[in-house]
């Protein structure tokens, strides 16, 4: 069973970093598109950004865009969201999720999640 | 940006009724459109792709259609898990969007 374990969330003041890891498991991780998909709490749910299976190309949220970079590592099959200037706004669980397959950036699967606060 | 519209926000029913939500999209995105079930304290379930494809081990109570800007969701014969929130997303182009969610209630 496909498995990603989001790790890295946690309470940090307006205009910090964090850092956010997901581990994926029992799938061929170089062969799908990753994202990242947030959801602030009680409300719905927001796309932030997606990394093709190469890497070679990334896809932000305009609500994001400037301050957040996707990244993976396929030998560590480990994606990952780097956070800056973080705005309270920011503030939702985090989901990292996996593409169906190409071309269809739909997710078939989905982390639990990673729980990001940003308030002083 | 493509925005994604559904109604209604809520929708009351029992166990064994047929639900049918709608999604629609502000420009036409052909069939880029996929349905996700969202129970509380989850993540997200993929339930059809592609406005009318079943996802693998989905129950055939669900079932989409449409093109274009206009989609359906429908349940027929509700189950007791399928209270929850429902959501659309188009996959159209990039930034992708999803609907802002169906609360199926008792």
């Known amino acids: 069973e496909v498995q990603l374990l989001e790790s890295g969330g946690g309470l940090v003041q307006p205009g910090e970093s964090l850092r956010l890891s997901c581990a994926a498991s029992?799938?061929?991780?170089?062969?799908?598109?990753l994202s990242w998909v947030r959801q602030a709490p009680g409300k719905g749910l927001e796309w932030v950004s997606t990394?093709?299976?190469?890497?070679?190309?990334?896809f932000y949220a305009d609500s994001v865009k400037g301050r957040f970079t996707i990244s993976r590592d396929n030998s560590k099959n480990t994606l990952y969201l780097q956070m800056s200037s973080l705005r309270a706004e920011d503030t939702a669980l985090y989901y990292c999720?996996?593409?169906?397959?190409?071309?269809?950036?739909?997710?078939?699967?989905w982390g639990q999640g990673t729980l990001v606060i940003v308030s002083s | 940006d493509i925005q994604m519209t559904q109604s209604p926000s809520s929708v009351s029913a029992s166990i064994g009724d047929r639900v049918t939500i709608t999604c629609r999209a502000s420009?036409?995105?052909?069939?880029?459109l996929a349905w996700y079930r969202q129970k509380p304290g989850t993540a997200p379930k993929l339930l059809i792709y592609?406005?009318?494809s079943l996802q693998s081990g989905v129950p055939s109570r669900f079932s989409g259609s449409g093109s274009g800007t206009n989609f359906t969701l429908t349940i027929t014969s509700l189950q007791p898990e399928d209270f929850a929130t429902y959501y659309c997303q188009h996959a159209k182009s990039f930034p992708l969007t999803f609907g802002q969610g169906t609360k199926v209630e008792f």
């Open positions: 999720t996996k593409d169906l397959k190409r071309p269809y950036d739909f997710f078939d699967y």
């Open positions: 592609a406005a009318s």
């Open positions: 990394i093709t299976h190469s890497g070679d190309n990334t």
């Open positions: 420009q036409g995105i052909s069939t880029w």
């Open positions: 029992e799938f061929t991780f170089i062969s799908y598109a």
